[in-house]
T-cell receptor
Framework: EPEVTQTPSHQVTQMGQEVILRCVPI?????FYWYRQILGQKVEFLVS????????KSEIFDDQFSVERPDGSNFTLKIRSTKLEDSAMYFC????????????FGNGTRLTVT | QKEVEQNSGPLSVPEGAIASLNCTYS??????FFWYRQYSGKSPELIMF????GDKEDGRFTAQLNKASQYVSLLIRDSQPSDSATYLC??????????FGQGTELSVKP
């Protein structure tokens, strides 16, 4: 069964550094998402992406965050200058159509900012 | 007001019993709802989705949706210790994004 793949599984970075989290969505899916989950808290929406542009973003997704689909298969989340509070699990998800179809999640990247 | 609300638990049931997980939502325009299971440190795993009022059964799982009451539930029959996890209720809001509740921790005791 096709799956969403994320790399790396764990990223440790120092405060102020840039990080790029990578995702390969399922190949025939059209809608892409990033969510994050701070330890012990709920899964929070960050951003949705369709047709090579952001369709919606949350308050969390400020100017420090950006997303890109550079080559038609990868979908990346960049954090320009990481803060301690960016430490979380970051999940990429995709789905084939927008309405009613469930999201398929990758295994996540655990980001630790020190 | 939170868009999707769940009791955080923990909910503890004995092995073989029925576990009942509940969820309410605030956006009356929400059309589709999903139950995900999440083991500690892992990603959410889809269990069931429901779009229409009423019950939907899949093996030991039954999802129930009541749009008038803005209420979604998940029943797990013949609960097993391997069902112990956090169960996430999620709804698609009018803007088209999937919004999660905070999750209910389920513990099934042997």
């Amino acid at each position: 069964e096709p799956e969403v793949t994320q790399t790396p599984s764990h990223q440790v970075t120092q405060m102020g550094q840039e990080v790029i989290l990578r995702c390969v969505p399922i190949s025939n899916h059209l809608y892409f998402y990033w969510y994050r989950q701070i330890l012990g808290q709920k899964v929070e929406f960050l951003v949705s992406f369709y047709n090579n542009e952001i369709s919606e973003k949350s308050e969390i997704f400020d100017d420090q965050f950006s997303v890109e689909r550079p080559d038609g298969s990868n979908f990346t989340l960049k954090i320009r200058s990481t803060k301690l509070e960016d430490s979380a699990m970051y999940f990429c998800a995709s789905r084939p159509t927008e309405n009613n179809s469930p999201l398929h999640f990758g295994n996540g990247t655990r980001l630790t900012v020190t | 007001q939170k868009e999707v609300e769940q009791n955080s638990g923990p909910l503890s049931v004995p092995e073989g019993a029925i576990a009942s997980l509940n969820c309410t939502y605030s956006d009356r325009g929400s059309q589709s709802f999903f139950w995900y299971r999440q083991y500690s440190g892992k990603s959410p795993e889809l269990i069931m989705f429901i779009y229409s009022n009423g019950d939907k059964e899949d093996g030991r799982f039954t999802a129930q949706l009541n749009k008038a009451s803005q209420y979604v539930s998940l029943l797990i029959r013949d609960s097993q210790p391997s069902d112990s996890a956090t169960y996430l209720c999620a709804g698609v809001n009018q803007g088209g994004k999937l919004i999660f509740g905070q999750g209910t921790e389920l513990s099934v005791k042997p």
